[in-house]
């Protein structure tokens, strides 16, 4: 791009913030109206303005007012494609955030709803860091954007600045508006890849081995020496041979207590992502945990409430 | 390019291939143009394109991609030679046209992408605008405007998030929709849009001229004329309408003859004298001559306004014809022209070529001598002769021989106005009465319905004027002594008498179809094609002003065009409030409330708000209270708010008056 047209455009964003992508964040159900809408010519429509201009010297030089006709009613359809087009943006919508979780590296998905109240909303196009999703809002309804953000660093990741625009119907001209709202997404600390499993205080030797309980696991063949009470008589009856009920529970995992301050030697990064493997581990193979933090404590339970709860907290520690 | 793009992000490097459904709208299109430009492209070339175009459509409907450039490079090479060769030269109306609607289906072979749909559409409504130079009557100029529909529609669908979802129905109703709609502004950018008073450039070339009457007149020649049913002209009377059998309108006199053709020859230079009053003022609209001649009701008291009058009373236009002309003249139906004719004129108008009508000019001799020199008894006679003499009236004359005078007299005996009048002449002149033969129209068809009468070429006739002592020049009709329907009906109707009545043609209900059909014709003439700069510049007269310059014109249409997108802005930005009535006082009260400093939070609701409302403007509690009481109430224990309780509702938030509270 050339110098002038650099400087040009700098200056345009300096001077007119709203037109531009330098708009100031704003609370989220954006509702477009008149004073936020653009409109230009697309180099198509400039285009077509200059054959349109031919064709009006021509009609006019042969004095031929069939073919003047014929230019006037041209001219007249694409001029009017432009309150089209505006009527394309006015009155839209835009509110509705949802979004999934991601850790740091990881994109994060967000649902965005476009909503119209009234007429139908064809080929309305939204640019989300440097990609173009269309859709058509239905009247009275709305249709869900769907994009990927790409995520660096845990905590707040603020939405981008937006662009809905449409060329809508004829391409000669473009509406556009900017949309900065003042959301943003969490994304989780990044767990580190490997490392050790948090400090267990231990108990009696066969923890963790399976041992008699009152829990029907699975039925086996007899073998001498099983006790009585455990043959499953009703099920033998159908079977050649004695079936014997196996009773096993499962050892009681023990809660891990994930704390802070049990990792010495570790900065706060090292120990944020080490916390964060934890307790995805922990969720993982569906033991209980608590967490401990210098500023907060969380305390023994699992489920995904407590997850997101313990995450949250992580990705927002300074 | 794509337009402004504030970001400095690149844009999207490659654009999308183009849906099948566009495609085919763009061929749709193409077709079109090919189709208003088929009647005057030669139609190997119409062929040929159409083959092209089709070919490309369904090669693209198999999903081929599009053809090599060893295709297209010989294509375009062999369409510049084909036209070339045909016309001589690429540049003009004609080769000019055809050069682009052969580039246009060409330029559908590398159509791959949205780019190339728009550049195609943008082109396909030049070259259909271009159509419009060869033919601008009302049905070419609507079949030609039919055609921006496709061309919008694939403008439209280029731009559609899945073409496939398209109906037509869904897709040609909005178009039509907003033709329609922008119909207002086309016309008002069409009337006062400044018309150039003289062109910038070279004004088309027409070669042929499409005229019913040349000045040479020879027996035999005019047939195709008669049969041509095309409008020559439309006379609207402003007063008296003469009777059927004296409307004749002069175009040529003829003085010279050689023996096969007439010809205008010598003309006096001084004005011929007219004694006589005007009695006829008519306004003539003449179909493009590309000459010219402007037929005159016989016979003219003074020259249209741009046109100048000859000695032997027809006027000629002081520039060639080449689009409807619109001219106003007066006519006597007593008068005595030429009184006295000088030497010269007398020797040309009693000229015969040598060796031509031997028998002929026995004939006349005979009459000289029977009837002693008297001229309105040698013209009696003559006339008595076509008329009893086992002559014939047909459109279909037998050829005639090498000697076109005695041949027709004396042999085949049948033929139309142009054998009756050059034999009738041939007589008079032979003995001794100066004669000349006159061509133009007569007859006509009153329209009843436009009060107009429409010429049609067919009404092509050629007579015979004989200067008579004391009378000067005398209109006489040979041919009205054949067959006087001929004067009263018309050449066709003429023909048809006697070889079996009535036809399909000539039934009630065609004939009156026929008359609303050219009075639209008639109206899209004066309208349309006749509004140039001169009318143009009584548009303000209405408003005083008499001759509206272009500055004025600019201002009418800076103005009007204003007014209209005002109107238009307007329709834009409505945006129907949603809510019934009892949101629309709630907004109200939101204001209210906002302005004494209370501002309705989002996602707040009533109840809440009006409850805060009240601890931050205790005067107003009670009031407050109420409105909310009240509004609980309308809006949820109903499905629809009661009326009374919403003008309640309304009658409170009138009367609160909120003062700002200071914090």
Not at chain 1, 126 to 150: I, K, M, N, S, Y
Not at chain 2, 34 to 39: E, N, Q, R, T
């Amino acid at each position: 791009m050339p110098d002038a047209v650099q400087r040009l455009t700098a200056w345009a964003e300096r001077r007119l913030p709203s037109l531009t992508r330098m708009r100031q964040r704003e609370p989220m159900p954006i509702v477009l109206h008149r004073r936020r809408i653009y409109i230009v010519p697309t180099g198509f429509g400039l285009g077509f303005t200059v054959l349109l201009a031919v064709m009006l010297i021509g009609a006019l030089n042969y004095a031929n007012n069939a073919a003047l006709l014929l230019t006037c009613l041209v001219g007249s359809v694409s001029a009017g494609s432009m309150l089209v087009a505006f009527r394309v943006l006015n009155g839209i919508t835009v509110g509705g955030l949802r979004m999934g979780t991601a850790r740091a590296g990881e994109n994060v998905r967000v649902f965005l709803d476009i909503g119209a109240s009234q007429r139908e909303r064809m080929a309305v196009r939204l640019d989300v860091d440097g990609r173009e999703h269309v859709v058509v809002v239905p009247a009275g309804g709305a249709a869900t954007v769907e994009f990927d953000l790409p995520t660096e660093f845990r905590g707040w990741l603020p939405l981008p600045r937006m662009r809905l625009h449409s060329r809508w119907p004829l391409g000669m001209f473009r509406v556009w508006s900017w949309l900065n709202p003042d959301r943003a997404v969490l994304v989780y600390p990044r767990p580190e890849g490997m490392g050790p499993t948090p400090f267990e205080p231990q108990g009696d030797a066969d923890r963790g081995r399976p041992r008699p309980g009152d829990e029907l696991a699975s039925l086996r063949e007899y073998r001498a020496g099983d006790p009585r009470r455990l043959i499953a008589w009703k099920l033998s009856a159908r079977h050649h041979s004695l079936l014997v009920k196996d009773l096993e529970q499962p050892a009681p995992q023990e809660d891990w207590r994930l704390d802070w301050d049990s990792m010495h030697g570790l900065d706060d990064e090292s120990r944020i992502s080490r916390l964060a493997r934890w307790v995805d581990e922990a969720r993982e193979s569906g033991r209980r945990w608590s967490l401990r933090l210098p500023d907060g404590y969380f305390d023994v339970a699992q489920g995904d409430e407590h997850y997101h709860r313990c995450m949250t907290a992580l990705a927002l520690r300074p | 390019m794509t337009g402004f793009r504030p970001s400095l992000r690149a844009r999207p490097s490659d654009e999308p291939r183009l849906a099948p459904r566009s495609f085919d709208l763009l061929c749709l299109t193409m077709a079109f143009v090919v189709g208003v430009h088929a009647p005057h492209l030669p139609w190997w070339l119409t062929a040929g394109l159409a083959v092209v175009l089709v070919a490309r459509w369904q090669q693209r409907r198999r999903g081929g991609r599009h053809p090599p450039v060893w295709i297209k490079v010989p294509l375009i090479g062999l369409l510049l030679a084909l036209i070339v060769s045909t016309y001589g030269t690429l540049f003009g109306r004609e080769p000019g046209s055809a050069f682009a609607v052969g580039l246009l289906v060409l330029k559908l072979m590398e159509s791959e992408r949205l780019r190339d749909a728009r550049v195609g559409v943008a082109f396909a409504a030049f070259a259909l605008m271009s159509a419009l130079l060869f033919d601008q009557s009302i049905v070419a100029t609507l079949i030609v405007a039919l055609g921006i529909v496709p061309a919008v529609m694939t403008l439209r669908s280029v731009e559609e998030v899945e073409p496939a979802r398209m109906r037509l129905r869904v897709e040609v109703m909005p178009v039509l929709l907003a033709l329609v709609v922008s119909i207002p502004l086309a016309l008002f950018a069409f009337l006062f849009i400044p018309r150039l008073s003289s062109p910038l450039w070279g004004a088309p070339t027409i070669d042929r001229a499409t005229t019913g009457l040349s000045d040479r007149m020879a027996p035999g020649d005019m047939a195709e004329v008669l049969t041509d049913d095309t409008p020559a002209m439309r006379v609207s009377f402003d007063g008296p309408v003469p009777i059927a059998s004296s409307r004749y309108f002069r175009a040529f006199t003829m003085t010279r003859f050689d023996g096969q053709a007439w010809s205008p020859g010598f003309l006096r230079r001084d004005d011929s004298v007219l004694e006589g009053s005007a009695r006829f003022h008519y306004r003539v609209t003449l179909e493009p001559t590309r000459e010219r001649v402007l037929p005159m009701l016989d016979m003219p008291v003074t020259a249209p306004t741009d046109a100048s009058m000859r000695s032997d009373r027809t006027a000629l236009a002081n520039q060639r014809l080449d689009k409807t002309y619109t001219y106003d003249a007066t006519a006597t139906g007593e008068y005595r022209l030429d009184a006295t004719l000088d030497p010269q004129t007398r020797r040309a108008n009693l000229q015969l070529p040598a060796n031509v009508g031997p028998r002929a000019r026995a004939q006349a001799a005979a009459w000289v001598a029977q009837f002693g020199g008297n001229p309105t008894a040698i013209a009696q006679a003559a006339l008595a002769m076509f008329h009893d003499g086992g002559f014939r009236y047909t459109l279909a004359a037998a050829p005639l021989g090498r000697d076109r005078i005695d041949d027709f007299l004396f042999g085949t005996r049948e033929g139309y106005c142009e054998h009756y009048s050059s034999t009738f002449t041939f007589l008079m002149r032979a003995a001794g009465i100066p004669a000349r033969v006159v061509t133009g129209y007569q007859g006509g068809y009153w329209n009843a319905l436009g009060h107009y009468l429409l010429i049609r070429r067919a009404d092509a006739h050629a007579w015979t004027e004989l200067w008579l002592e004391g009378r000067g020049w005398v209109r006489f009709d040979p041919t009205g002594a054949v067959r006087p329907e001929r004067v009263t009906l018309g050449a066709a109707a003429a023909a048809a008498v006697g070889d079996g009545g009535d036809s399909f043609f000539n039934a009630a209900w065609w004939r009156s179809a026929r008359d609303r059909w050219d009075v639209v014709n008639q109206w899209w003439n004066q309208a349309v094609n006749g509004f140039d700069s001169l009318r143009q510049q009584g548009l303000l007269q209405p408003f005083g002003i008499r001759r509206a310059e272009v500055g004025d014109l600019a201002i009418v249409l800076a103005i009007g065009c204003s007014l209209l997108v005002v109107v238009a802005l307007g329709w834009a930005l409505f945006q129907r409030r949603e809510g019934d009535e009892l949101d629309v006082w709630m907004r109200r009260l939101q204001r209210k409330l906002e302005k004494a400093g209370v501002t309705r939070r989002a996602g707040e609701g009533p109840k809440h708000f009006m409850a805060r409302a009240a601890r931050a403007l205790p005067d107003h509690r009670n009031a407050l209270e109420r409105l909310s009481e009240v509004y609980s109430r309308s809006r949820y224990a109903n499905d629809e708010p009661p009326p009374e309780s919403v003008s309640e509702f309304s009658r409170a938030v009138k009367e609160l008056r909120p003062r700002r509270v200071v914090k």
